[in-house]
């Protein structure tokens, strides 16, 4: 039987996108696949009071199970009025790539989806979207589509180049697809190590830096889009001090090189009302566990480094919604 998203005391992105692009900031989208990550990123945006989207991978949904994760959606609802703040939560399925896939999230409660169709023809992944839209517009269902590619690792998501999106593409594709919001590629990356280092500058302490986004592509998408919400994936900063620490205590992780702050901020005030942050919250976790095991070999209590990295976690999120994303503050527009 199906699960109507309302039931869990869920909403759809419709709101939050509108809300974002009207008030020049992006709505935190966090990946989570267990019980202290959900903690964490409620916690945070309950502080910062800030609207927030929990992603689910198709991974996610695998490791975790389907069941578990519809409920403990429906507990961050109730854990967040619990903690003093009704914020805007939405259920949303990351890098769905078949529309059975899709069609089985929104019957279970989720209430966005992503149909991520890039890694076909243009005129399949316009079919292919469509069909999704149709089935999640009947349940009050808001649909992510995608048109560029990114390359990294995020899951079951492998590409080993980037597709810059063409801005001479996206009227059609909006208009033929009826999609809510569109991912596009201006040269962020999934994973941790989102460059090598041949595509990186040095600075004078040797940091890799960066090639700077695409602001001129994202400019040109708002002239042929106007107001309609954009979506920034593979956002992660990927930060050094952190880095610092889980090398330090045996970790193995060169060369990582993530997306400036600088620069989301300024994709956060332009029509990107919706920025993906994984990797981070992935290697804040990492930092706290490996210090723990590294200073107290003896410890077996997962609670006693989970903990850690709970507060790690939360720590780099509401950091994220203050000064990046710019979200705190608007979970009652």
């Known amino acids: 039987m199906a699960t109507s998203y309302k039931d869990l005391g869920l909403v759809n992105t419709k709101k939050m996108f509108a809300d974002a692009t009207k008030g020049k900031y992006a709505v935190p989208a966090y990946n989570f696949n267990n019980m202290e990550q959900m903690q964490a990123i409620i916690q945070a945006c309950v502080e910062t009071k800030s609207p927030v989207i929990l992603q689910v991978s198709g991974g996610a949904r695998k490791y975790a199970n389907q069941t578990l994760l519809r409920f403990m959606a429906q507990g961050a609802v109730a854990y967040a009025k619990e903690l003093g703040c009704e914020i805007p939560i939405a259920l949303h399925l990351d890098h769905g790539d078949t529309f059975e896939l899709c069609k089985d999230c929104i019957d279970s409660g989720f209430s966005s989806v992503m ?177 723990v095991f590294a200073e107290t070999p003896s410890e077996f209590d997962p609670r006693k480094y989970l903990g850690p990295a709970r507060d790690a976690l939360k720590a780099i999120y509401k950091a994220k919604n203050e000064t990046v994303l710019g979200s705190a503050g608007h979970a009652l527009d």
């Open 115 to 291: 149909i991520d169709g890039s890694h076909h023809s243009f005129e399949k992944n316009i079919e292919l979207t469509k069909k999704v839209v149709e089935y999640a517009h009947a349940h009050g269902v808001t649909v992510e589509g995608e048109l560029g590619v990114l390359a990294g690792v995020e899951d079951d998501v492998v590409a080993e180049h980037s597709h810059y999106t063409k801005p001479e593409e996206v009227i059609e594709f909006v208009t033929k697809t009826g999609c809510d919001s569109l991912a596009i590629s201006i040269g962020t990356s999934h994973g941790a190590n989102k460059f090598t280092p041949a595509q990186c500058t040095r600075d004078e302490r040797g940091v890799l830096i960066p090639p700077p986004l695409r602001f001129d592509i994202l400019e040109e998408i708002e002239k042929k889009l106007p107001g309609f919400p954009i979506v920034l994936h593979g956002s992660s900063s990927v930060p050094a001090d952190l880095i610092a620490v889980i090398n330090k205590f045996g970790g193995a992780m060169k060369d990582s090189v993530g997306i400036p702050e600088e620069q989301l901020r300024k994709a956060a005030k332009s029509a990107v009302c919706k920025i993906n942050i994984d990797s981070d919250g992935r290697i804040a976790m990492t930092a706290a566990i490996r210090k």
